[in-house]
C-alpha cells in the first residue's frame, strides 16, 4: 500500500481526541477534523476543521473528499452512529477506517453483559468487516489498548481514592491487566497510518503496561509515602449492582461492569502479546513514571 498523508478524525475533543491529533501532526501527517455544525470546540491552527451535518452521509462524504483515512474518536453518544461515517467514508474513497474502540478488546466481550453495554462497538466492527469483504480498496484498523490510565487513575476506577487514602481491591487483586496513558494511544493511532499493509484489516491489542492492583497500589503508597487502608471487594457484587442499575435504564453500570471484566480474578483479560507495539514503532511505558504523574495530576 501508497503511503498516504491526509487524515480526518471524527471527534476530536474530549480526553482522547487532543492526544490522536497530536501524535498525527508530529508523525506528519495534514490533518482536517470534521466536527457538528454546533460544536464550539477550537483546535491548532495547523489543523483544517470542517463542519458538517454528522446525521447525513452526504454532507460527511463531501467534507471527506480527498481524506486518504478516518479516525473515529466520537465518544458514547456517538457509538451508534459509526455506520453512517463508514459509508460516507467509502462513497469518498478513503482507504482506511479507524473505528472508536481504543478501550477494552470488543471483539472479546461479544456475549457478556459489559459486551451488550458496547454492543454498537461491536456492530461497528463487524459492518466494517463486512464492508471492507466486499469492497477491497477499502480497509480498516481496530485499536484496543484496555482501560485509559490517565482517566481511570483520577476517576477512581481503578479503585484508589487519594482523599480517603483507601484501595477497593477487587477479588484478590493479583489479576493481571493491561491498561494505556492517553499519549500512548495517540502515538498507536499513528503508527497504524504508518504501517498500512501490516495493519489492514486487523483487530489489534495493545498496552502501556500490564500490572495487578496489588502492585500498583505498592507503587502509590511508595510514591505518596502513605499507607492505604485495603477495603475487598467483590467482582460477583459488582456484578449485582450492575444488574440492579441496568433494570433501571442507568447505564452508569458500565463502570462496575468495566471493574468486574479488567479486575475479576481468572477472567484473563490482560494483553498476552504485546509484539504490535514494536510494529507501531511504540515502546512500553513506565508505569512508576506515569503513576508519579498521575499521583501529581490527582484530584
Given amino acids: ?101 481504543f478501550g477494552i478488546n470488543t471483539r472479546k466481550a461479544r456475549g457478556s453483559k459489559i459486551g451488550g453495554v458496547l454492543a454498537a462497538k461491536i456492530q461497528t466492527v463487524d459492518y466494517l468487516i463486512e464492508i471492507s469483504e466486499k469492497n477491497r480498496s477499502f480497509t480498516w484498523t481496530g485499536i484496543a489498548a484496555g482501560p485509559f490510565f490517565d482517566w481511570n487513575f ?14 477497593d481491591i477487587f477479588d484478590s487483586g493479583n489479576e493481571p491487566f493491561s491498561l494505556s496513558t492517553f499519549g500512548f494511544i495517540g502515538n498507536s493511532v499513528a503508527g497504524v497510518l504508518k504501517n498500512l499493509e501490516a495493519t489492514a484489516n486487523k483487530y489489534i491489542e ?11 497500589l505498592k507503587i502509590i503508597e511508595e510514591e505518596t509515602g502513605s499507607t492505604f487502608t485495603v477495603r475487598n471487594v467483590k467482582t460477583s457484587d459488582l456484578e449485582k449492582t450492575a444488574d440492579e442499575k441496568l433494570a433501571k435504564h442507568d447505564y452508569s453500570a458500565f463502570i462496575e461492569l468495566l471493574q468486574q471484566h479488567v479486575f475479576g480474578d481468572g477472567n484473563d483479560n490482560a494483553v498476552k502479546d504485546n509484539a504490535a507495539i514494536s510494529l507501531l514503532g511504540l515502546q512500553k511505558e513506565d508505569l512508576r513514571l506515569e503513576t508519579k504523574k498521575a499521583i501529581a495530576a490527582w484530584t
Avoid: Y
Avoid at 490522536?20 to 508530529?26: C, E, F, Q, R
Avoid at 476506577?157 to 487514602?165: A, C, E, I, N
Avoid at 498496552?207 to 502492585?215: I, L, N
Fill in 1 to 101: 500500500m501508497s503511503p498516504i498523508k491526509k487524515i480526518a478524525v471524527v471527534g476530536g475533543s474530549g480526553n482522547l481526541g487532543p492526544n490522536i491529533l497530536s501524535g498525527l501532526l508530529l508523525s506528519g501527517f495534514e490533518v482536517t477534523v470534521i466536527s457538528r455544525k454546533e460544536s464550539k470546540s477550537t483546535f491548532p491552527p495547523e489543523i483544517t476543521v470542517k463542519k458538517v451535518d454528522l446525521t447525513s452521509e452526504e454532507s460527511i462524504a463531501e467534507a471527506l473528499k480527498g481524506q486518504e483515512a478516518v479516525v473515529s474518536v466520537v465518544g458514547t453518544d456517538g457509538f451508534t452512529s459509526q455506520k453512517i461515517l463508514i459509508d460516507a467514508a467509502v462513497a469518498a474513497q478513503v482507504k482506511r477506517f479507524i473505528p472508536s474502540e
Fill in 154 to 167: 483520577s476517576g477512581h476506577v481503578l479503585g484508589f481514592d487519594k482523599h480517603s487514602k483507601t484501595a
Fill in 206 to 216: 495493545i498496552a502501556s503496561f500490564t500490572t495487578t492492583q496489588r502492585d500498583l
